[in-house]
């Protein structure tokens, strides 16, 4: 079993940043893949990015490629996404997965573990 809390949703006009956070416990972090997807209301959830448990690859959904970084910081067992340049676009809910080992993942019935979401806004 795995729990994820994200933090650090709110706010931001548009072209700023923000940070978001994923705290995980329950399980090694060393050995889970995560995630972060998105869901904007009436809209499907949406794949973000992805970073492996080892080698810490990582991929990124073609909307947020060259805006968004994923990391992760094992001492800390916490996942980070750092957003850049955000777009009134990005306004959604943003939710923290994780999946056991693997490769990165972008789909969403690929993980097997969700946080609460946190909510992102940007104003245009």
């Known amino acids: 079993q795995v729990q994820l809390v994200e933090s650090g949703g709110g706010l931001v006009q548009a072209g700023g940043s923000l940070r978001l956070s994923c705290v995980a416990s329950?399980?090694?972090?060393?050995?889970?893949?995560f995630g972060w997807f998105r869901q904007a209301p009436g809209k499907e959830r949406e794949f973000v990015t992805s970073i492996a448990w080892r080698g810490g690859s990582t991929i990124y959904g073609d909307s947020v490629k060259g805006r968004f970084t994923i990391s992760r910081d094992n001492a800390k067992n916490t996942v980070s996404l750092q957003m850049n340049n955000l777009k009134p676009e990005d306004t959604a809910v943003y939710y923290c997965?994780?999946?056991?080992?693997?490769?990165?993942?972008?789909?969403?019935?690929?993980?097997?573990?969700w946080g609460q979401g946190t909510q992102v806004t940007v104003s245009s």
């Open positions: 329950g399980r090694a972090f060393r050995t889970t893949t």
């Open positions: 997965a994780a999946r056991s080992g693997g490769v990165p993942a972008t789909s969403r019935y690929e993980y097997d573990y």
